[in-house]
């Protein structure tokens, strides 16, 4: 949606080094990001590197980051997900477009393009102005609204074109769909019933682990992905903290 039309490709993007994965459904999501901490730190003592956490902008979730950052003394740069924001896009142009409307899929695009490029209070003022001179009614407009409030509550961490520029990632959306579609696929079969020690079984870790290798080794973010930690927990994506250069890890917690 996003690609540049009648563009050559591009040269193929530097695969993540040093991945670690693990598999869990016990923990809770506040121990999964403190092992993260604790991981960066030993690979980066010093803190010298860029720490970045890419996040769903759940509330438990932020004020984790945000206390393990103050605990580490570490400036950690926290990203909302693109994908969570594409996703409140989406139902947003419903209010404007038919579902089938291919006029609706240039809304979108044209939108996701001006947050790319921030800020994104810009677009969430635009299209409740749309809105209210379309006179649109209440139930009508709510996904605009809801979307244009998910915008300015996130817009600190929705900097795009900063993260861009330096090379850090902003989705996650190859990590979230190997658990639902992975997890679906194992878990979810007619009459089972799963404990959880029977479902952190050796068996379904190497599943995640190779899925996650070959998953991300493909992953084709909107910027340079030079590293990345990512870290998913019990509700869907949990968090992510950037390592270092060539020092991707993936978790499932």
């Not at 890419?54 to 103050?70: E, F, I, P, Y």
């Not at 682990?209 to 990512?230: I, K």
Request: proline share 6%; charged share 25%; glycine share 6%.
């Amino acid at each position: 949606l996003l690609a540049p039309q009648n563009e050559p490709e591009k040269a193929e993007r530097p695969r993540p080094e040093n991945t670690r994965v693990w598999a869990s459904l016990v923990k809770e999501p506040e121990d999964v990001i403190a092992e993260g901490f604790a991981e960066a730190h030993r690979r980066d003592p010093r803190h010298v590197k860029t720490w970045v956490a890419v996040v769903d902008g759940n509330k438990d979730q932020l004020r984790s980051l945000r206390t393990l950052a103050q605990r580490y003394r570490v400036d950690l740069v926290i990203i909302v997900d693109f994908i969570h924001v594409c996703e409140y896009v989406w139902k947003a142009s419903l209010a404007f477009h038919g579902e089938d409307d291919p006029a609706r899929e240039e809304w979108v695009r044209e939108r996701l393009l001006r947050i790319l490029c921030g800020p994104a209070s810009d677009v969430a003022a635009g299209m409740r102005r749309s809105a209210t001179l379309r006179g649109l009614a209440s139930k009508t407009r709510k996904p605009v609204d809801a979307c244009a409030n998910y915008l300015l509550k996130y817009s600190p961490f929705l900097h795009y074109d900063d993260y861009l520029a330096a090379g850090f990632p902003i989705a996650s959306g190859v990590i979230e769909g190997a658990c639902r579609h992975l997890v679906k696929d194992r878990m979810d079969v007619t009459g089972a019933r799963w404990s959880l020690a029977g479902a952190t079984t050796t068996e379904l870790q190497n599943r995640f682990y190779v899925f996650a290798l070959e998953a991300f080794r493909d992953l084709a973010t909107l910027g340079t992905v030079q590293a990345g930690r990512l870290l998913l927990g019990p509700m869907p994506l949990v968090s992510g903290a950037l390592v270092g250069p060539g020092e991707h890890i993936v978790r499932w917690d």
